[in-house]
Structure formats: structure tokens, C-alpha cells
């Protein structure tokens, strides 16, 4: 028996690991998310717009494999989909974790994996860790783009957005989540991130503009894309 077989337990755990999550800074504001499944209809997740630091019992929510609520008043984390795809995808995963810890999150924004044999620990217990394709936050698209990996590994980078980690307990997911971090960190110590970021393309971060519009948010200004610091490269080689 899972140690969050019940509903209770399942909520206390999400609670835990959210303060771990941001006393470790994985997380920043309202970031990231988690899910614990009690049973085969019931998935408990995260509300969006509410710190991980500072979450309460009465701020989660309760849904079905479809994402519709059973139990709760808020809105469920914008990223529903992710872990409702991870879930789907792979029957044995209990609970998903999602977090930006900052220097897994620089790998995905170069879009090189974790795959190098560094450590005795993460080949023990994380595995390689490869980069999904990218995808606008809190769509389908990003569901997709984990979808190939969800059986074979333990996690995945989610390119230029953060990181994913599952599996059949709680603890496991997140220390997963521990593990991938301490590795991001060491291969970063090493100098393995030697790959210039990806940035964001126009077009992509006008889909996220769209995005913070819908969410009431009409300021702020708009970062440069990629087509933009191409621009100013050029200029500079002239």
C-alpha cells in the first residue's frame, strides 16, 4: 500500500512538498504544480495562482481523469493537462511533479539533456533525462510533448519552461525532482551547459502575451524574441 492511499494523506503530501518545493526555490510566485492520484477516478492537484510555500487543505482540488473537479471551490493549476497525460500515458504514477529549480530549467532553456553518467546516485536513480519539445504553457501541446516519455524515463525538461518528475509515490516524485537538480547543477559546475540559449521565437511569445492578456494582466512589456537579438547581431557585425 502507497503511503497516500487516502484522500487525507494525499493532501497532506501535496501540502509538504510544496513547502519544500519553495523553501528549496524551485519554485518562485505562484509557480509550478502537483498531483497525487488515490485512486483510478481521483487525482488531488494544486489550485493555480496560489504559492506553493502557503497552500492549505482547503485549496486543493479534487478531479476526475478528465480534469473535471469532484471536490473543491478553485480553479485547478493551468497545467492540468500535463499531469492528467503523465497519468494516462503510464498507469504505475501516482503523483507528478512540476517545479523550474534553476539550474535543470537552464538546461531546458539550452535544450541539452541529462544524460551523461557523472554520478553513481542519478544513474541509479534517475536515469537520463531528456528535453521535450516545446510547447505553449498550459495546453494540450505540452501534454503532447511529454506523452513519448511518460514509460521509459523518470522525468523530462520541458524546453524553455521547467521541469517534470513522476512517479508511484509521492516522495519518489519529488525526490526525483532533488535528484534532477542536484545533476543540472553538478553538469553545470562541470561546464557542460555550453550550448547558447534557445530563445523564444515571435511568434511563441506572442502566444504567451496572449496568454497574460487573458489572465487581466495588460502590462509589464514585451521581452525581445529570437528574431530580435538576430537583428541586433547583425547590426553589430556590420
Known amino acids: 500500500m502507497a503511503a497516500h492511499d487516502t484522500d487525507a494523506q494525499a493532501k497532506a503530501l501535496i501540502l509538504e512538498i510544496g513547502r519544500r518545493m519553495y523553501e528549496r526555490r524551485y519554485v518562485s510566485a505562484n509557480d509550478g504544480n502537483i498531483s497525487i492520484r488515490t485512486e483510478p477516478e481521483r487525482i488531488w492537484v494544486t489550485p493555480a495562482g496560489v504559492s506553493k510555500g502557503y497552500m492549505t487543505e482547503e485549496l486543493l482540488l479534487c478531479v476526475d481523469p478528465e480534469g473535471r473537479v469532484l471536490e473543491g471551490t478553485g480553479k485547478p493549476s493551468s497545467e492540468l493537462r500535463m499531469h492528467l497525460r503523465v497519468y494516462r500515458e503510464n498507469p504505475e504514477v501516482r503523483c507528478v511533479v512540476h517545479a523550474h529549480p534553476v539550474a535543470a530549467t537552464s538546461f531546458a532553456i539550452a535544450r541539452i539533456p541529462l544524460d551523461v553518467a557523472l554520478m553513481t546516485e542519478s544513474v541509479l536513480g534517475l536515469g537520463v533525462v531528456p528535453v521535450a519539445e516545446y510547447a505553449t504553457a498550459g495546453t494540450e501541446a505540452?501534454?503532447?510533448?511529454?506523452?513519448?516519455?511518460?514509460?521509459?524515463?523518470?522525468?523530462?525538461?520541458?524546453?524553455?519552461?521547467?521541469?517534470?518528475?513522476?512517479?508511484?509515490?509521492?516522495?519518489?516524485?519529488?525526490?526525483?525532482?532533488?535528484?534532477?537538480?542536484?545533476?543540472?547543477?553538478?553538469?553545470?559546475?562541470?561546464?557542460?551547459?555550453?550550448?547558447?540559449?534557445?530563445?523564444?521565437?515571435?511568434?511563441?511569445?506572442?502566444?504567451?502575451?496572449?496568454?497574460?492578456?487573458?489572465?487581466?494582466v495588460h502590462t509589464g512589456g514585451t521581452p525581445r524574441c529570437a528574431e530580435d537579438l538576430e537583428t541586433e547581431t547583425a547590426l553589430i557585425r556590420k
Open 142 to 216: 505540452v501534454a503532447d510533448s511529454v506523452a513519448p516519455y511518460c514509460r521509459d524515463y523518470h522525468a523530462v525538461l520541458l524546453a524553455n519552461h521547467g521541469a517534470l518528475t513522476w512517479g508511484e509515490d509521492a516522495m519518489q516524485a519529488y525526490y526525483r525532482m532533488e535528484s534532477l537538480e542536484c545533476c543540472a547543477s553538478v553538469m553545470m559546475n562541470l561546464g557542460y551547459l555550453d550550448r547558447p540559449a534557445q530563445v523564444l521565437r515571435r511568434s511563441q511569445v506572442n502566444e504567451l502575451l496572449e496568454i497574460r492578456r487573458g489572465l487581466g
